[in-house]
């Protein structure tokens, strides 16, 4: 299940303190989801790293999770295995940031599109919930990992992972999974 929060930004709050914000409200929603779906206190000092820095909670191996915040909403996604969530509001960037995340296919999508920000976001989000999934991170070369979207298909060279996407308002979240994940599978934005 995916859970989702908008958070306004106060104002006269500096960037870094909303991002500080953003990532309090992302980590209060975790502790609250804990609780009430699976009845865990959770406390930071039960929340520990991978080897690869992927936060998880120590004696709970089958209670897997992943959060993400940007600039207006935070989201906490649960899954019987490994899962990647990410989210991004759309905004206008350079298009030559692409060519530094993106595979030849996948330039020559966003050179036919009509919306070149939010077809790009779907992309970056895609591949950033893959590395999340994976626990690799951002150094993981982003080029590796291809999506061809047609519509709402999604497809990846990443064969042993499912990957879904919602818009809403301005905003694109990607998640992705495990292909035998049903829990995630079966899985449904709640806006709390």
């Known amino acids: 299940m995916i859970y989702i929060k908008e958070i306004e930004k106060p104002e006269n ?12 409200i992302a980590h ?14 959770l406390t930071d000092s039960m929340i520990d790293s991978d080897a690869h820095g992927k936060p998880c909670i120590i004696g709970k191996n089958a ?14 996604a649960f899954g019987n295995k490994p899962i990647g969530v990410d989210i991004e509001r759309i905004r206008c960037i350079k298009p030559s940031l692409a060519e530094y995340v993106c595979t030849s296919s996948e330039l020559e999508f966003l050179s036919r599109s009509n ?17 999340k999934a994976t626990g690799e991170g951002l150094s993981y070369p982003f080029k590796n ?3 061809c979207i047609k519509g709402d298909k999604i497809e990846c ?4 992972f499912i990957f879904s996407q919602y818009n809403f308002k301005d905003f694109v979240l990607s998640l992705c999974y495990y292909a035998d994940d049903e829990k995630a599978k079966n899985a449904g934005c709640v806006f709390i």
């Open 145 to 147: 990992v291809e999506f």
């Open 63 to 76: 209670i897997h999770f992943n959060i993400s915040h940007c600039d207006g909403a935070a989201v906490v």
């Open 13 to 24: 709050i500096a960037r870094p303190d909303y991002a500080k914000l953003q990532s309090f």
């Open 28 to 41: 209060t929603m975790l502790k609250s989801l804990m609780s009430k779906l699976y009845g865990i206190d």
């Open 157 to 160: 060279n990443k064969k042993e």
């Open 115 to 131: 919306n070149f920000s939010e077809d790009f976001f779907r992309l970056w989000t895609l591949k950033e919930s893959y590395v």
